[in-house]
């Protein structure tokens, strides 16, 4: 219904403007980032307590300009939740006070409805008073400034230069030339494809060796797609954070990065020599160690010595590995007995929840590597989908 509607009108059949959660600013769009005592500002990434009040001094803008500008709902309250709360509170007590008796003494909705002017309300007088609002308005001066490139004149709040290609050039010059002697600058392509490609404990880690390169968080943060706010809650900053090398990319293809085996390794030399954890077996990383465990026969001589030297490195399976290795013998036991690999999700075996386990093992299977899968597919009733009932034992 909603394509057909679209295309009566005339209108594209999918959306052609941004989408709800994309970065937009300092926030995400159509999404009103508020805690108790803060709301975010989309525009400049300042937490007041109400936009109402900030807007209008700090970017020239309405709450209805900023709530159109953003894909925010028209009735969202601008303000922290302690005000919302506050002012539904007042309001609420309002309700059976002496002046809300009153209130509805006083109403008379026949005679309302009797003395209501339909003509007011007709297309062509609400047109007439949309474009006569602007003149209604209080007078305005405009903000006259003057351009730091050239020294002319411009009016505009938000504008840094008056607008020709020199000054926009040069004002970009400029501005790269601080950030340089700030020790700050823009994160590189390649450094993108890094971010977006690990999670957990080594994305701090990652987030931690950009900032402490010089990339600012505000930049970290579009790349993610999600807020300062979000990063800043989720990663902070902390000096004892072991910090993960930064690898160029020997080459881009079709959009994918390609490391060298030296590079490989030698980013795990450096990340296990400064104290950090394993990387997690579904990061790239961790997923390289483990093919040169399993196929230790592939590699040349000089290969498996550059390995040896690695700090804390073993050519035996990480104990995740192992975990995963001797809970599964369990569940052999298990469908030996039961003839059946498809325990009950609340059922114990040998001690552990070997239900749970089963069911995080489906929810999991795009994660297992294909070897865990084969092993898990070879067992007897074992489905990717849990049966409707409990098997019989």
């Known amino acids: 219904m909603l394509h ?143 351009c730091p490139i050239c020294g002319g004149t411009y009016y505009g709040a938000r504008a840094r230069t008056c607008g020709r290609a020199e000054c926009i050039s040069e004002s970009e010059s400029r501005a790269a030339r601080r950030q340089a002697q700030e020790g700050r600058r823009r994160m590189t392509v390649a450094e993108g494809m890094i971010l977006r490609s690990v999670q957990g404990r080594e994305l701090g880690r990652v987030i931690a060796a950009l900032e402490a390169d010089g990339v600012r968080r505000v930049d970290i943060a579009a790349e993610l797609g999600k807020s300062p706010a979000w990063v800043s809650e989720h990663y902070p900053q902390r000096a004892d954070r072991p910090v993960t090398p930064h690898l160029e990319p020997v080459a881009e293809v079709e959009g994918r990065q390609r490391w060298t085996w030296e590079q490989r390794s030698r980013q795990l030399a450096i990340l296990l020599g400064e104290g950090g954890a394993w990387p997690p077996l579904a990061s790239r990383l961790g997923s390289w160690v483990r093919d040169q465990r399993r196929y230790r026969e592939r590699l040349t001589p000089e290969q498996v010595a550059e390995l040896e030297l690695i700090p804390r490195w073993t050519w035996e399976p990480s104990s995740r590995d192992q975990g995963w290795a001797a809970k599964f013998k369990s569940l052999s036991r298990y469908a030996e007995q039961h003839g059946h690999a498809a325990p009950a999700r609340e059922e114990r075996w040998e001690g552990w929840r070997i239900g749970a386990w089963v069911s995080q093992q489906r929810h999991r299977r795009g994660r297992l590597s294909a070897e865990q899968q084969a092993t898990l597919e070879g067992l007897p009733g074992w489905a990717w989908v849990a049966p409707m009932g409990r098997p019989a034992d």
């Open 4 to 146: 057909y509607k679209r295309q009566r009108r005339g209108a594209p059949l999918e959306p052609t403007g941004p989408r709800v959660g994309d970065p937009d600013g300092y926030g995400l769009y159509g999404v009103l980032d508020r805690d108790d005592d803060s709301v975010l500002c989309h525009e400049c990434g300042k937490r007041p307590r109400s936009l109402g009040a900030h807007l209008a001094p700090a970017h020239g803008m309405t709450a209805v300009e900023y709530r159109a500008a953003h894909g925010l709902p028209r009735g969202i309250p601008l303000v922290s939740l302690s005000i919302s709360e506050r002012i539904s509170e007042q309001s609420a007590a309002r309700v059976g006070s002496p002046q809300w008796r009153q209130l509805e003494a006083a109403r008379d909705p026949l005679a309302a409805s009797q003395a209501r002017d339909l003509s007011s309300t007709a297309p062509a007088v609400r047109q007439e008073r949309s474009e006569s609002a602007p003149e209604r308005l209080p007078e305005r001066k405009p903000q006259r400034r003057r």
